[in-house]
């Protein structure tokens, strides 16, 4: 063959292989587990260097596929088998157990039954990696961490790691009713086939534990919290034992949702009330029967005497009545109760975001030692930005756990793209002041400031049986972020997206500083264009889909975004000051002082805070109506150059991911305008004051989105 024939063909076949690993389709399933090979020639073979062999010393259910796993991804990254050999060489990865220290490293009684150490060493004068733990389950995370290592292509030479969570109950909480329908779900219907389990496994059962425990997920309550006590009969138990089956070896234990009224439902008593000794009893059986079909059941979350689920106030108890009683039953088996802090009453002329520590704050301590009490980041309902909960700092004798919503309820739903670390890391960041300067949540909920002897952190899940699991693909980095963040919540919003990025796209500096950018800015921007400056729930009413700051007629006062707003022709905003509800005397005096003032309160939270004047100064010298448009048309901008700066990545991505978030942005853009036109031609009406001339005109009247209607929109009742 002619020199100049073989020179063409060899580049041909390189664009060819360039061509097909750039651009081939891909529908987001394998989440960041990809593995695709790694295309630096240099890293490669750096890695390969380094990872000559592997072997496990230990053999059970857990470590056959943490085996798998490394065996798959060594596969994938190098693109070749990696052999199995317990010879020590340079280049050999050992992995194993309950090793002495220095092959561990560390104490792991410290760190508990999860940590895991990951060490470059010598053996025989070898050069060997070596990762350790003291459980199977250790082990597992500790192969998941190195090949995230690769997948991010850090160096794995001279590795000295110990890393162990900081949480100890790391949970997702499905929304999932038994007709798979899930609510606040935008990503189809659940992944949890209750029709066909217990006899049929899905592989996405498989792939779902799997992802979970990649991140260190270690629990999961598959049934909704509007519960349903069909969840405690024996047909569901069946079905329930085969998904934990399935769980267990990736270390994910699972629970379920109680309903108070249960005993009543299923088992034809007269009444549910948790001081009743039949009630009681009817509980203890029922649980016992739940440990027989699963032995490591996790334990039960409850939300009781909310939005109209019955609870121990039905009867004259309290919450701590109420989950006592589980707790009780479950304790001799190793199981917890989870018990929800959202509570809230149309009958109570108390501001709504004040009721959940009404309520709980006076059972301080009344709760067994098995009880997490779960409050939601902000003292409202998952909106695009609140204070963190007052009862976070206020409940030293009460392990508290943090109720995040990954699922994007308020946050664009299934159409926007919205990096949620931000926001998680806001609150977690957020200081309490509860035993002075530093007391912040992260430190209430890992239990270090008070010394909880129990510890959690739950997500709402965002998952559902689209191809891709989230509906959005960037609902795979909410996800991604929950767990990474239940694990280690110093990490930064930055550095978890940075790992996503790379773990999820090809390895291209430009894209990966493209699609961080747009992350990081992405929930600022939903915040300006739906509910800037501390607005809140001014969405529609019942399924919470776009802008409705207008209703006033929902079935209940508190559902009703006029409730919240409170605009009128002096101003806008909900006086929450002493002047006002005082739901500031809920947080310490030092959080007290940094809002108390409207001329010196952050103005993220102004209206949160305050009702101000329309003519109220910001710091940017503008009115508080200029501010408010200047954010408003801010935060559609943002999503102008979110289109514009996707579209540049065009060559790096394969062509159904690109167009699938292309599509979606066009989405967002156009619900981004709508959003601001309603809402400032809503405002407007109260404030009497022309949108500043240099921005564009709205293009329909306010009549026109009044009018709108989404009798259909996903996510809304059972
Ligand atoms: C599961 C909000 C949601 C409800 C949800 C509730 C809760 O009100 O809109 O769908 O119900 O929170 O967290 O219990």
């Not at 209430?444 to 049986?465: E, F, H, K, R």
């Not at 795979?476 to 978890?496: C, K, M, V």
Request: hydrophobic share 35%; with cysteine.
């Amino acid at each position: 063959m002619k020199l100049s024939r073989y020179i063409y063909i060899v580049i041909l076949n390189l664009c060819i292989n360039l061509l097909s690993s750039v651009c081939h389709a891909d529908d987001g399933y394998r989440l960041w587990l990809r593995y695709d090979k790694i295309d630096d020639p240099a890293i490669l073979s750096q890695y390969k260097n380094q990872v000559r062999s592997f072997f496990f010393y230990d053999a059970s259910p857990t470590i056959t596929v943490a085996k798998k796993e490394l065996s798959d991804g060594l596969k994938g990254l190098f693109g070749q088998v990696v052999p199995e050999s317990n010879a020590a060489n340079n280049g050999s990865l050992l992995i194993r157990k309950n090793q002495p220290i220095p092959f561990s490293h560390i104490d792991f009684q410290t760190y508990g039954k999860e940590a895991f150490t990951i060490y470059t060493m010598k053996v025989d004068g070898k050069n060997v990696t070596t990762i350790s733990a003291n459980t199977d389950i250790g082990i597992l995370y500790g192969v998941f961490h190195f090949l995230r290592l690769m997948q991010t292509r850090q160096s794995i030479q001279n590795l000295a790691i110990i890393s162990a969570p900081k949480i100890q109950n790391r949970l997702l909480n499905h929304w999932d009713n038994l007709t798979r329908h899930v609510e606040r779900g935008y990503a189809g219907i659940s992944i949890f086939n209750w029709h066909t389990l217990p006899g049929y496994i899905d592989q996405r059962y498989i792939d779902y534990a799997r992802a979970n425990a990649s991140i260190g997920i270690n629990g999961t309550v598959v049934t909704n919290v509007n519960a349903n006590a069909l969840i405690l009969t024996k047909e569901y138990l069946e079905k329930f034992k085969a998904l934990a089956d399935v769980f267990r070896p990736y270390g994910i234990k699972l629970y379920l949702t109680a309903r108070f009224s249960a005993p009543i439902e299923l088992g034809k008593l007269k009444t549910a009330d948790p001081l009743d000794t039949t009630v009681r009893n009817w509980w203890k059986e029922k649980i016992n029967e739940i440990y027989q079909y699963i032995p490591d059941f996790g334990g039960f979350l409850v939300k009781a005497n909310s939005e109209g689920q019955p609870g121990p106030q039905n009867y004259g108890r309290t919450h701590a009545d109420g989950a006592n009683m589980l707790a009780e039953a479950v304790a001799p088996h190793g199981g917890i109760v989870m018990w929800r802090a959202f509570v809230y009453s149309n009958e109570t002329p108390e501001d709504r975001v004040k009721q959940a520590y009404s309520e709980f704050k006076p059972l301080d301590g009344k709760f067994e030692k098995n009880v997490l009490v779960q409050v939601k980041n902000g003292p409202l309902d998952f909106q695009p930005r609140e204070p963190f909960s007052p009862l976070f700092g206020a409940m030293p004798q009460t392990p508290l756990m943090m109720e995040f919503q990954i699922t994007q309820e308020y946050l664009g739903q299934g159409t926007n793209l919205v990096y949620e670390a931000p926001l998680f890391k806001e609150v977690l960041d957020a200081d309490t002041y509860q035993h002075g300067p530093g007391s912040t949540v992260k430190k209430v909920i890992d239990g270090t400031l008070d010394n909880y002897s129990i510890t959690g952190m739950a997500g709402v899940s965002n998952i559902g049986n689209d191809r891709n699991w989230t509906g959005h693909l960037f609902g795979q980095s909410n996800w991604y972020a929950f767990g990474r963040l239940a694990w280690d919540h110093d990490l930064s919003a930055s550095a978890i997206a940075d790992e996503w990025i790379k773990e999820s796209f090809p390895n291209n500096p430009k894209l990966i500083a493209t699609i961080k950018q747009i992350m990081l800015s992405s929930r600022e921007t939903v915040v300006n264009y739906m509910t800037p400056l501390g607005l809140h729930h001014i969405m529609g009413t019942g399924h919470h889909y776009g802008p409705a700051p207008w209703v006033n007629n929902a079935g209940r006062a508190d559902w009703n975004p006029v409730y919240y707003h409170k605009a009128d022709s002096f101003g806008i905003g909900f006086e929450r000051s002493s002047r006002g509800s005082n739901a500031l005397e809920q947080y310490a005096p030092e959080v007290q002082k940094q809002y108390e003032d409207s001329n010196t309160c952050p103005e993220k939270y102004l209206l949160w805070f305050h009702h101000v004047s329309w003519n109220h100064k910001m710091k940017s010298g503008r009115t508080l109506w200029d501010e408010l448009c200047h954010s408003y048309y801010a935060g559609v901008d943002s999503v102008r150059a979110m289109q514009q700066q996707w579209n540049s990545l065009k060559p790096f991505i394969d062509e159904e991911r690109f167009r699938h978030v292309q599509m979606l942005l066009n989405v967002q853009l156009s619900e981004a305008i709508w959003w601001r036109n309603a809402c400032l031609l809503y405002f407007q009406t109260f404030s009497g004051k022309p949108i500043p001339a240099q921005y564009e005109k709205p293009d329909h009247t306010l009549a026109y989105y009044q009018a709108l209607r989404f009798p259909y929109a996903p996510g809304t009742g059972n």
